[in-house]
């Protein structure tokens, strides 16, 4: 019992501090974003920069880079992303009116990071 | 039917709850762990607590729970531990389902259909009180 105990406690263990992490990883990608979202100023249409980190949360990212982008006027919007989007995630974009069309660049800016890119299209001008 | 007969009956029944149980609540928590993000997601949507330090630290209970009844389960005699625990875990679930039920969950990835599924209706509710029943069943026969 008492090793079940240790593994069962382990594993809540673990989790919470995954959960903990998500915030730094968070805090992370914002940065990294705000970085790209000025390299990629010549790209005529939407971008989802797709970070290959499991810890960040598409939506949030999205919120903010969303909020950002649109106040400065631009065009080009850029998200760090999970690699796999969720049914509620696809939802959630389809709301700004957007389409995913997946596409696979790689990008040696500052970073130095390879990022899955998804661009964008909007449904307005199909 | 014989004593022996049905003492043997018994045993088959509580090992197949057993074991569908435990491989259940695993494949369960390995979900919630490969998509811990989402899982908290959902949990705060269910607001019993703010997004924040005890969310995140409930949801990870919430994982070990999961795995400590996969564990238990399978050991005869802490068998009614994993029971009662069980029992404690879907009455839980139960409740918040109920407290939402019909609604859609916007944040919820729709990954975790067991106990915190993305719309709250009657099927996603049946399986948490199937699991209850199945609790409570292991308990009565491993009581008795």
Redesign the interface.
């Known amino acids: 019992?008492f090793i079940?105990?240790i593994?069962?406690?382990t594993?809540?263990?673990?989790?919470?501090?995954?959960?903990?992490m998500?915030d730094s990883f968070y805090n992370k990608a914002q940065n990294i974003t705000d970085i790209d979202i000025k390299s990629l100023d010549n790209y005529n249409g939407f971008l989802i920069v797709m970070s290959k980190n499991?810890?960040?949360?598409g939506?949030d990212v999205f919120k903010h880079i969303y909020k950002n982008v649109s106040t400065k006027g631009e065009r080009t919007q850029v998200l760090t992303y999970n690699e796999?989007i969720?049914?509620?995630?696809v939802?959630?974009f389809k709301k700004f009116n957007v389409n995913f069309v997946p596409c696979v660049i790689e990008i040696n800016g500052k970073h130095n990071k390879k990022y899955i890119l998804y661009k964008v299209e909007d449904f307005e001008n199909e | 039917m014989s004593n022996g007969v049905l003492r043997v009956i018994t045993e088959i029944i509580k090992w197949s709850f057993s074991l569908f149980i435990s491989l259940f609540y695993y494949k369960n928590g390995i979900q919630k762990i490969k998509k811990i993000i989402s899982f908290y997601k959902t949990m705060s949507e269910y607001k019993f607590f703010k997004e924040g330090f005890f969310l995140k630290i409930f949801s990870g209970v919430l994982i070990g729970l999961d795995f400590f009844i996969c564990m238990t389960v399978l050991f005869t005699r802490y068998r009614i531990i994993a029971c009662i625990v069980g029992i404690i875990l879907q009455s839980f679930y139960i409740t918040i389902l109920l407290m939402h039920y019909n609604m859609q969950f916007e944040n919820n990835c729709g990954c975790f259909s067991f106990n915190s599924p993305r719309h709250v209706d009657f099927r996603g509710l049946s399986s948490s009180f199937l699991f209850l029943f199945l609790f409570a069943s292991l308990l009565f026969l491993s009581a008795g």
């Not at chain 1, 594993?11 to 903990?20: E, K, P, Q």
């Not at chain 1, 969720?86 to 995630?89: R, T």
Request: hydrophobic share 50%.
């Open positions: 019992m079940i105990i593994i069962s406690i594993i809540a263990t673990y989790s919470t501090v995954r959960l903990f998500h499991e810890m960040l949360n939506i796999n969720s049914e509620a995630e939802n959630f």
